[in-house]
Protein backbone atom coordinates (compact mmCIF):
# COMPACT_ATOMS: atom_id res chain seq x y z
CA UNK A 1 0.00 0.00 0.00
CA UNK A 2 2.40 2.08 1.03
CA UNK A 3 4.64 1.71 -2.51
CA UNK A 4 1.05 2.77 -4.51
CA UNK A 5 0.76 5.82 -2.27
CA UNK A 6 4.65 6.88 -3.12
CA UNK A 7 3.99 6.36 -6.76
CA UNK A 8 0.60 8.49 -6.89
CA UNK A 9 2.38 11.02 -4.60
CA UNK A 10 5.41 11.05 -7.39
CA UNK A 11 2.82 10.86 -10.31
CA UNK A 12 1.71 14.12 -9.15
CA UNK A 13 4.92 15.70 -7.70
CA UNK A 14 6.72 14.78 -11.11
CA UNK A 15 4.13 14.07 -13.59
CA UNK A 16 6.76 13.59 -16.31
CA UNK A 17 9.03 11.35 -14.78
CA UNK A 18 9.73 7.52 -15.79
CA UNK A 19 8.00 5.20 -12.93
CA UNK A 20 9.69 2.16 -14.69
CA UNK A 21 12.67 2.38 -12.04
CA UNK A 22 10.51 2.51 -9.07
CA UNK A 23 8.50 -1.17 -10.40
CA UNK A 24 11.44 -2.96 -12.33
CA UNK A 25 12.79 -5.77 -10.53
CA UNK A 26 16.43 -5.93 -10.38
CA UNK A 27 18.97 -8.93 -10.50
CA UNK A 28 21.78 -9.39 -8.89
CA UNK A 29 23.84 -10.63 -12.52
CA UNK A 30 22.77 -8.68 -15.03
CA UNK A 31 21.38 -10.65 -17.83
CA UNK A 32 23.63 -10.70 -21.11
CA UNK A 33 22.10 -12.24 -23.97
CA UNK A 34 24.39 -13.26 -26.84
CA UNK A 35 22.98 -12.07 -29.65
CA UNK A 36 22.67 -14.45 -32.66
CA UNK A 37 23.61 -17.61 -31.16
CA UNK A 38 22.36 -20.71 -32.84
CA UNK A 39 21.71 -24.12 -31.68
CA UNK A 40 23.93 -26.79 -31.61
CA UNK A 41 23.10 -29.02 -34.50
CA UNK A 42 25.22 -32.09 -33.09
CA UNK A 43 25.95 -33.68 -29.91
CA UNK A 44 29.15 -31.64 -27.68
CA UNK A 45 32.40 -33.35 -29.22
CA UNK A 46 33.02 -34.29 -25.33
CA UNK A 47 29.60 -35.59 -25.05
CA UNK A 48 29.77 -37.58 -27.84
CA UNK A 49 33.20 -38.87 -26.86
CA UNK A 50 31.77 -40.40 -23.57
CA UNK A 51 28.83 -41.59 -25.06
CA UNK A 52 30.79 -43.77 -27.57
CA UNK A 53 32.95 -44.86 -24.12
CA UNK A 54 29.99 -45.49 -22.54
CA UNK A 55 28.62 -48.15 -25.03
CA UNK A 56 31.92 -49.57 -25.18
CA UNK A 57 32.65 -49.84 -21.48
CA UNK A 58 29.37 -51.22 -20.60
CA UNK A 59 29.74 -53.85 -23.76
CA UNK A 60 32.67 -55.51 -21.92
CA UNK A 61 30.58 -56.11 -19.16
CA UNK A 62 28.26 -58.06 -21.52
CA UNK A 63 25.55 -55.28 -21.76
CA UNK A 64 24.28 -54.04 -25.41
CA UNK A 65 23.13 -50.56 -24.36
CA UNK A 66 21.42 -48.68 -27.49
CA UNK A 67 21.32 -44.42 -27.67
CA UNK A 68 18.00 -43.92 -28.78
CA UNK A 69 18.92 -39.93 -28.40
CA UNK A 70 21.00 -37.55 -28.79
CA UNK A 71 20.95 -34.36 -30.12
CA UNK A 72 17.49 -33.02 -30.52
CA UNK A 73 16.49 -30.24 -32.84
CA UNK A 74 13.67 -27.72 -31.48
CA UNK A 75 10.87 -29.81 -33.68
CA UNK A 76 11.87 -33.05 -32.13
CA UNK A 77 11.78 -32.01 -28.53
CA UNK A 78 8.47 -29.97 -28.93
CA UNK A 79 6.84 -33.15 -30.74
CA UNK A 80 8.01 -34.99 -27.58
CA UNK A 81 6.60 -32.41 -24.97
CA UNK A 82 2.66 -32.93 -27.29
CA UNK A 83 2.90 -36.71 -26.16
CA UNK A 84 0.35 -37.21 -23.37
CA UNK A 85 -0.58 -33.25 -23.54
CA UNK A 86 -2.13 -31.96 -27.01
CA UNK A 87 -1.25 -36.04 -28.77
CA UNK A 88 -1.72 -39.37 -28.23
CA UNK A 89 0.77 -41.48 -25.62
CA UNK A 90 2.20 -40.31 -22.22
CA UNK A 91 4.39 -37.57 -20.85
CA UNK A 92 8.00 -38.40 -21.76
CA UNK A 93 9.34 -34.92 -21.28
CA UNK A 94 8.33 -31.70 -19.05
CA UNK A 95 10.89 -29.48 -21.46
CA UNK A 96 9.77 -27.41 -24.42
CA UNK A 97 11.98 -26.78 -27.35
CA UNK A 98 14.92 -24.73 -26.23
CA UNK A 99 14.32 -25.98 -22.80
CA UNK A 100 16.40 -29.49 -22.56
CA UNK A 101 19.93 -30.16 -23.07
CA UNK A 102 19.45 -32.49 -25.87
CA UNK A 103 18.46 -29.36 -27.71
CA UNK A 104 22.38 -28.02 -26.79
CA UNK A 105 23.82 -31.42 -27.75
CA UNK A 106 24.33 -31.81 -23.97
CA UNK A 107 22.18 -35.17 -23.47
CA UNK A 108 21.83 -38.68 -24.70
CA UNK A 109 18.80 -41.16 -23.62
CA UNK A 110 19.57 -45.12 -23.56
CA UNK A 111 17.97 -48.51 -23.59
CA UNK A 112 18.80 -51.64 -23.75
CA UNK A 113 19.32 -54.20 -26.10
CA UNK A 114 18.06 -57.90 -25.06
CA UNK A 115 19.68 -61.02 -26.53
CA UNK A 116 17.27 -61.58 -29.15
CA UNK A 117 17.77 -58.15 -30.54
CA UNK A 118 14.51 -56.33 -28.70
CA UNK A 119 14.91 -53.00 -26.94
CA UNK A 120 14.06 -52.23 -23.95
CA UNK A 121 13.69 -49.69 -21.27
CA UNK A 122 13.63 -52.40 -18.53
CA UNK A 123 15.40 -50.94 -15.19
CA UNK A 124 15.62 -54.51 -13.48
CA UNK A 125 16.61 -56.26 -16.28
CA UNK A 126 20.06 -58.40 -15.33
CA UNK A 127 21.50 -60.30 -19.19
CA UNK A 128 24.67 -60.52 -18.18
CA UNK A 129 23.63 -62.63 -15.09
CA UNK A 130 26.07 -60.80 -12.27
CA UNK A 131 23.27 -60.25 -9.85
CA UNK A 132 23.19 -56.49 -11.00
CA UNK A 133 20.29 -54.50 -12.90
CA UNK A 134 22.60 -54.10 -16.07
CA UNK A 135 20.55 -50.71 -15.76
CA UNK A 136 21.88 -49.46 -13.07
CA UNK A 137 25.71 -50.56 -14.04
CA UNK A 138 25.48 -48.11 -17.37
CA UNK A 139 24.37 -45.54 -14.95
CA UNK A 140 26.84 -46.61 -12.65
CA UNK A 141 29.70 -46.00 -15.41
CA UNK A 142 27.57 -43.12 -17.06
CA UNK A 143 27.94 -40.99 -13.45
CA UNK A 144 31.59 -42.33 -13.29
CA UNK A 145 32.67 -40.91 -16.78
CA UNK A 146 31.01 -37.06 -15.55
CA UNK A 147 27.22 -37.79 -16.74
CA UNK A 148 24.16 -36.62 -14.68
CA UNK A 149 21.42 -38.47 -14.21
CA UNK A 150 17.57 -38.11 -14.98
CA UNK A 151 16.50 -40.96 -12.15
CA UNK A 152 18.46 -38.88 -9.49
CA UNK A 153 15.85 -35.73 -10.65
CA UNK A 154 13.64 -35.18 -7.58
CA UNK A 155 10.50 -33.58 -9.55
CA UNK A 156 10.70 -35.78 -12.77
CA UNK A 157 12.58 -38.52 -12.88
CA UNK A 158 13.58 -39.64 -16.41
CA UNK A 159 15.67 -43.47 -16.45
CA UNK A 160 16.97 -43.34 -19.29
CA UNK A 161 18.55 -39.63 -19.77
CA UNK A 162 21.91 -39.00 -19.29
CA UNK A 163 23.91 -35.09 -19.45
CA UNK A 164 26.42 -32.97 -19.22
CA UNK A 165 25.59 -29.36 -18.33
CA UNK A 166 29.59 -28.30 -18.33
CA UNK A 167 27.82 -25.89 -15.34
CA UNK A 168 25.73 -23.93 -17.40
CA UNK A 169 22.32 -23.82 -16.84
CA UNK A 170 19.16 -24.23 -19.36
CA UNK A 171 19.02 -20.38 -18.91
CA UNK A 172 22.65 -19.52 -19.91
CA UNK A 173 22.29 -21.96 -23.00
CA UNK A 174 19.21 -19.71 -23.38
CA UNK A 175 21.05 -16.58 -23.36
CA UNK A 176 23.48 -18.09 -25.67
CA UNK A 177 26.11 -19.22 -23.44
CA UNK A 178 28.23 -22.59 -24.67
CA UNK A 179 31.10 -24.62 -23.48
CA UNK A 180 34.02 -24.67 -24.96
CA UNK A 181 35.21 -27.46 -26.55
CA UNK A 182 38.80 -26.75 -25.48
CA UNK A 183 37.87 -26.05 -22.33
CA UNK A 184 36.95 -29.67 -21.38
CA UNK A 185 39.11 -31.80 -23.51
CA UNK A 186 41.64 -34.57 -21.47
CA UNK A 187 44.65 -33.57 -23.77
Known sequence: MFVGCLAVLLFVVFPKADPSPIF???SYKE???KEDVPLPTMLHPLVEKYRDELVASVKKKGIDVVITE???TEERQNELYARGRSTDGQVVTNAQAGESYHNYGLA?????RT???DVVWDTERDDNENGEADWMEVVAVAKDMGFEWGGDWRNFKDYPHLQMDFGLSIRELKRGERPKV???ADE
Open 24 to 26: KSY
Open 31 to 33: EKV
Open 70 to 72: GHR
Open 108 to 112: IDFAL
Open 115 to 117: PNG
Open 182 to 184: EEY
